[in-house]
């Protein structure tokens, strides 16, 4: 354990002697190990925040908008269908084999929200009860909607954080009234902040729960007035059974509806499944295209690293040889060497770690791209660093092991 030490503390003097050359061959190194600590950095926080933004909208559920259609077209279409209805909802449970649970939602058209404090240009939805459990929605001060508040209309709503430091900012809004439109509401929940970066994802468009408020669906349909022609509900999401094949269900589950609609296409389905699959296929075509990036520069690194090596081969030829004449074996020589190869990719790869965190924390400030730290990360960087270091420090080491003694003290 001694010799080894004392041969990493003269191969790091051996590199401070020729710091600025060492320096220029540890860019390689640090760029390759930095794009690698900052690629899984992106690539991980990516990951986390998709698998909430899924979770937001539920792996195991099949969601169906309601299509954006106006004027003729809009006409054309009631002839035909109704557009998303409570009956669709119910069809299906009772129809499809494989559909658990539901929730069903409608969107209010405001014109006025306020509370005796404020006012708030905030989304209010009539959902079913079971939106929190398909939804995640999890309530942090006072409680969830309930089956009773749906079924007897009454006049009750969960708000999102948001909303609550908008429209109550003195204090607990538990218990506090708000109106919307003509109808005043007693607040009787707050919603737990998800801090999500976004509000969509692959395209769809996601809840927002933190600016938004929610009331019993029932009271919303009996209490608010909508536009002619509109649908009865705006969307609706069916929670799948284990094992099914999201992908399958939603195909059964628009065979259903356009029964219903006479094949009116008046609907959208997403598939939260089919989403996640898209991303992971995205990341995993970044992932590919920044490893061939971060091993081209590890590569450049190691070749660095054989160059400046067999130069100082080439250098210390005399000392070498005197190192032989006292008695070193090749073996010594050639660890020795080994040992200066691998401490200079040890300490390219520590200052790469360092760079590729602060190009991670430079990409999530400036691009608002979400970064994870990984542990994984920083440990598989030093290892292909210091692998890099070995393998191109091989050959270098041979060769000064491999001189002739006598030839090498008379080298000039």
């Not at 009860?129 to 999890?138: R, V």
């Not at 520590?350 to 400030?365: E, N, P």
Request: glycine share 8%.
């Amino acid at each position: 354990m001694k010799k080894l030490k004392d041969s990493f503390l003269e191969a790091l003097e051996q590199l401070w002697f020729h710091r600025l050359r060492t320096f220029l061959t540890l860019l390689g190194m640090i760029f390759g190990v930095g794009a690698v600590i900052a690629m899984v950095s992106v690539g991980e926080g990516a990951e986390k925040e998709a698998l909430q933004l899924i979770e937001s909208m539920g792996l195991r559920n099949v969601l169906v908008e309601e299509k954006a259609i106006y004027g003729e077209r809009l006409r054309d279409v009631r002839k035909h269908s109704v557009g998303l209805s409570l009956q669709d909802v119910r069809a299906s449970m009772e129809t499809l084999p494989f559909a658990l649970n539901y929730s069903a939602e409608k969107k209010i058209e405001v014109y006025a929200l306020f509370s005796r404090n404020a006012d708030s240009d905030s989304e209010v939805l009539g959902v079913t009860p079971s939106l929190n459990e398909l939804g995640s929605l999890e309530v942090e001060r006072g409680r969830w909607l309930t089956d009773d508040d749906n079924r007897y209309y009454r006049q009750v709503v969960v708000i999102g954080t948001a909303v609550a430091n908008q429209l109550f900012p003195r204090g607990n809004a538990i218990g506090q009234t708000i109106k919307v439109n003509h109808l005043w509401l007693e607040v009787v929940g707050v919603l737990k902040s998800k801090n999500l970066s976004k509000d969509n994802f692959q395209g769809v468009q996601l809840s927002g729960e933190n600016n938004r408020i929610y009331m019993p669906l029932e009271t919303a349909l009996k209490r608010f007035e909508f536009r002619d022609m509109a649908s009865e509900i705006d969307a609706f999401r069916v929670e799948l059974s284990p094992g099914v094949s999201p992908q399958a269900a939603a195909k059964n589950l628009a065979h259903l509806l356009d029964r219903r609609h006479g094949q009116e296409q008046d609907y959208n389905i997403v598939v939260p499944a089919e989403l996640l699959n898209q991303h992971e296929q995205t990341q995993r075509i970044f992932n590919i295209i920044m490893s061939c990036v971060a091993g081209i520069s590890l590569l450049v690194g190691g070749i660095g690293i054989m160059n400046i090596m067999l130069a100082t081969v080439l250098e210390r030829t005399n000392e070498i040889g005197l190192l032989r004449a006292i008695g070193a074996t090749e073996k010594n020589v050639r660890d020795q060497f080994i040992i200066e190869s691998v401490t200079i990719a040890g300490i390219g790869g520590l200052l790469g770690i360092v760079l590729g965190f602060s190009l991670a924390a430079v990409i999530s400030t400036f691009a608002g791209w979400p970064v994870a730290w990984s542990l994984n990360a920083v440990v598989v960087a030093v290892l292909f660093c210091t692998a890099t270091g070995l393998i191109f420090g091989i050959y270098p080491a041979i060769k000064a092991s491999q001189l002739d003694p006598i030839t090498a003290l008379q080298h000039d």
